[in-house]
């Protein structure tokens, strides 16, 4: 199953790890925002329980993904002065990760993908639905559109010279995103014009 | 007053009433035909293929050992396996282990380079006739690729001065520009952003350095095709991306030849490529490299670990202007 969702290790696991989690976190996101359309379009309501399934697998692997990076890119990268097990390593690591993410444009734009993830997975559980109310709720969730922009933008950043993947992320995402837009838009020019307060 | 009247819209300007109605449905098969592509382009990545190690070839003969090669205790050669799977070889596919899934169509064999420019023996050189009577070392190198990761492998091959002065160079003669195979045919790879053919380039004092060969082998045998095959370039103080494989071309110039990768981001890649941990590539930090095998990052050396040799070549340039 591992290797399966990972594809086959390379002589460098610890990049394919870092790389097939970051996409496979990518793929959960696109999954989750095409299960509204498909159930629109195709009135299969029942797909729409599978979406907090799909958005937590997302926040899953972008979890391992940036698990993976601090561990495999910045712990493997410091010195150890005082052996490994000491506070100094504790603080030179989170420096370290601190600096790459304020110094380098893509992973800042990842890491703060991961963050507007952090509040989608805190608010998935029934009762903070029940809490926050459907309606605030929904418009909290409207995050992970920006969220799905940010993953994409921090894939294009980071490839050599081949877009072609980032770029079918990039229609794939723009698709999805179109269907909200369209909606919206149809919603608007359909709905009612608003009724005037009257004094 | 005289007040001029609009030009009238041409007809042919003028939508058609079924086109203008139809605009939904465009809308739709250019997207329906641009998901398809995205999930064909995502789809084809997830291939569970494995990586194939290349066969093992041919057993070169009277290869002599070099004082050029690295100490291997610290430097302990990494497998035939990972130096054989693990390849950026963008003609045969961006991901590592692509070329040895593709190079089934590539025929290294009979090879020609053709030799032109600023030299007197103009010709186009079997690789026979290039071997022939060439006296062939281990050169066992460190290797940097510029993406962080590092390898050492065991070549085999002769110094590429041996070469050049068979070419007879003219004072002309201050770069020598190498040009890659590229026959669709034989190489799969799809667009993959670089223009191809693969383009390299060394001043000549670098191209005559000793440490620089012209590689044919790897651990004593043919060299496989997915490294470059017969033919390809080691200069093991710059970046990998320096180290052009399976050569058709060579040329003596007057003027620094434009490498591919200068073309393709020259704020990221320059013409001399040294190795060097205090200037950064702009998207992540050249100080430490991953050594194959590895887990705890080695810090990357000036030149590869080569300074000693080569500093020389250098003097009074800016290292981080001549990138």
């Known amino acids: 199953m591992w290797a399966g969702l990972t594809g086959n290790l390379s002589a460098n696991p610890l990049s394919d790890l870092t790389n097939e989690t970051g996409v496979w976190a990518l793929r959960f996101i696109c999954i989750t925002l095409a299960l509204t359309p498909l159930r629109r379009l ?93 309606r605030r709720w929904n418009l909290l969730h409207r995050l992970v559109y920006i969220t799905a922009v940010l993953v994409v933008i921090h894939y294009w950043w980071l490839v050599k010279s081949d877009i072609s993947r980032p770029l079918a992320y990039a229609i794939v995402v723009a698709i999805l995103l179109g269907f909200r837009i369209y909606w919206s838009w149809w919603r608007t020019r359909t709905a009612p014009a608003p009724a005037r307060a009257t004094a | 007053m005289l007040i001029k009247r609009a030009a009238d819209i041409r007809s042919s300007e003028i939508t058609d009433q079924k086109v203008y109605l139809n605009r939904r449905q465009f809308i739709q098969t250019a997207g329906g035909a641009a998901a398809a592509t995205a999930l064909g382009v995502i789809g084809s990545d997830i291939g569970l293929e494995a990586a194939t190690p290349a066969p093992h070839g041919r057993k070169l003969e009277n290869v002599k050992p070099s004082t050029f090669s690295v100490d291997q205790k610290v430097d302990k050669p990494n497998r035939w396996e990972d130096i054989t799977t693990y390849n950026n070889y963008y003609e045969f596919g961006v991901d590592k282990d692509s070329p040895s899934m593709s190079v089934g169509k590539f025929n290294p064999d009979p090879w020609t380079v053709n030799v032109s420019g600023e030299c007197n023996k103009k010709a186009a050189w079997h690789m026979e006739d290039i071997l022939k009577g060439q006296a062939l070392e281990d050169r066992i190198y460190r290797h940097r690729c510029v993406e962080r990761w590092s390898m050492v492998i065991p070549w085999v091959g002769f110094p590429l001065s041996d070469f050049i002065k068979k070419c007879e160079t003219t004072s002309n003669a201050k770069y020598v520009k190498f040009t890659t195979l590229y026959d669709p045919k034989q ?78 981001a020259s704020n990221e ?52 202007k001549h990138y």
Do not use: C
């Open chain 1, 42 to 134: 195709t009135g299969w309501h029942a797909v729409i329980r599978f979406r907090r399934m799909t958005g937590l697998f997302a926040f899953f692997y972008a979890t391992l993904h940036f698990l993976t990076y601090v561990i495999a890119d910045r712990f493997a990268s410091l010195d150890f002065p005082d052996g490994i097990v000491a506070w100094s390593t504790v603080r030179n690591l989170a420096k370290s990760v601190g600096e790459d993410i304020y110094k380098r444009p893509y992973i800042t734009v990842g890491f703060t993908a991961l963050m507007t993830l952090v509040p989608l997975a805190a608010t998935s559980t029934a009762g903070m639905i029940r809490r926050l109310g459907g």
């Open chain 2, 187 to 264: 190489m799969p790879g799809r667009d993959s952003g670089l223009r191809w053919p693969y383009v390299e380039g060394l001043r000549m004092d670098e191209a005559m350095h000793p440490l620089t060969i012209l590689t044919v082998g790897l651990y004593g045998e043919v060299l496989p095709k997915q490294n470059g095959a017969p033919l390809r370039l080691a200069v093991p103080w710059k970046y990998g991306f320096k180290h052009i494989k399976s050569i058709v071309k060579i040329e003596f110039v007057e003027k620094e030849p434009l490498n591919t990768w200068q073309e393709q």
């Open chain 2, 269 to 320: 890649y320059g013409f001399y490529a040294n190795v060097n941990p205090t200037v950064d590539h702009p998207r992540w930090s050249q100080a430490q490299e991953r050594r194959i095998g590895e887990f705890f990052m080695r810090k990357t050396m000036l030149f590869n670990g080569y300074g000693e040799q080569v500093a020389s070549l250098y003097t009074g340039m800016d290292l981080r």
